[in-house]
């Protein structure tokens, strides 16, 4: 049972901002959102996660809606080797023994046009 | 800093044979997960291992099974190999100082095709 919906796909101009949204309807007080990206033939690497303030690291920003239920990251100057599978995953908080397992869906297929 | 390894990159088996994957946590790193990812779908979790016990698992049988050794460093061992077992198996390493960020750190994965 999926707990998020993302779009199968999206197209973005190089150099604009890459907006991907994720809806998590269901999501619990103490569950997090995370996201991955796989380029090609690579595994995933994280992104960001956050609970319900918005945040910002050196590769995206991640913007939740306040009432939790969906949320977008954001790629502010999107390049060519940004073309990768995004998954949105909610997970709640990594148990004191090590972290939780993570639950991936489909993802969103990014695509950077030139 | 090493990053998470894994080997073999590839490998082709016979449909009931038995298979070993390995895989090199990153330094520092004392919890590792395994995953299968199937073509077109995203990774599906099998299992994780932490001071080398099994930690939590997938809906995956059995004859799944792992193994976690005092350097970190991990096995996943599938006997009975089923074509559908065909698929990519990533490793991902975690330590418990950046447990409450929930990140895990991938490794290039292992391409398995069994015919």
């Known amino acids: 049972d999926a707990k998020t919906t993302q779009p199968p796909s999206m197209d973005c101009a190089e150099g604009r901002a890459a907006n991907l949204p994720c809806n998590h309807s269901t999501i619990s007080g103490n569950e997090y959102v995370y996201w991955y990206r796989q380029i090609h033939s690579q595994g995933p690497q994280y992104i960001i996660h956050?609970?319900?303030n918005n945040e910002t690291n050196e590769m995206a920003s991640l913007i939740i809606t306040e009432d939790r239920k969906s949320s977008t990251l954001i790629l502010p100057h999107a390049t060519l080797r940004d073309t990768a599978v995004y998954y949105c995953?909610?997970?709640?908080?990594?148990?004191?023994?090590?972290?939780?397992?993570?639950?991936f869906g489909t993802g969103t297929r990014l695509t950077i046009i030139p | 800093e090493t990053g998470v390894t894994q080997s073999p990159t590839h490998l082709i088996k016979t449909r009931g044979q038995q298979v070993t994957l390995r895989c090199s946590s990153q330094?520092?790193?004392?919890?590792v997960s395994w995953y299968q990812q199937a073509l077109g779908q995203g990774p599906q979790f099998i299992f994780q291992?932490?001071?080398?016990?099994?930690?939590g698992r997938g809906n995956f049988p059995p004859r799944f099974s792992g193994l976690q050794f005092p350097n970190y460093s991990s096995e996943l061992n599938v006997n009975a190999l089923e074509l559908d077992d065909s698929a990519l198996y990533l490793c991902?390493?975690?330590?418990?100082?950046?447990?409450?960020?929930?990140?895990?750190?991938f490794g290039p994965g292992t391409r398995l095709t069994v015919t």
């Open positions: 330094s520092g790193h004392n919890t």
């Open positions: 291992y932490y001071r080398e016990e099994e930690n």
């Open positions: 956050g609970l319900k």
């Open positions: 995953i909610v997970s709640a908080p990594p148990p004191r023994f090590g972290n939780e397992k993570l639950t």
């Open positions: 991902a390493s975690s330590s418990i100082a950046g447990a409450a960020s929930g990140e895990q750190y």
